[in-house]
């Protein structure tokens, strides 16, 4: 398994060497960028699709049933959490 910092580290060194007026430290802001604009749409609620990569798609399902106290009227209720489950289709070229 990779981690993010791994990762942007790898594509800093890539790059820094194939655009010489870049900085490493640029390179990681963008791709770090990049990385965090995804997850900002994916927690929206947005599908993505990068050709040649993968798609990643947003399922909404119904979560448990919980009890909790309700302060206002002084009696327990029955809540359903929601969660968003993101499932990811990856592309023939990447497999």
């Known amino acids: 398994m990779i981690t993010k910092t791994q990762l942007l580290n790898e594509i ?3 790059l820094s060497q194939e655009y010489k007026g870049m900085t ?6 963008i791709a770090s960028s990049i990385l965090n604009k995804i997850s900002e749409h ?4 947005e599908d993505i699709r990068i050709i040649g990569f993968a798609s990643f798609r947003v399922r909404k399902k119904k979560g448990d049933k919980i009890k909790v106290f309700d302060f206002e009227t002084a009696q327990m209720r029955e809540i359903t959490l929601k969660r968003n489950i993101i499932t990811a289709r990856i592309s023939k070229k990447a497999r």
């Open 42 to 45: 994916l927690q929206n609620g």
């Open 24 to 29: 490493k430290k640029a390179i990681k802001t």
């Open 12 to 14: 800093a060194n890539e």
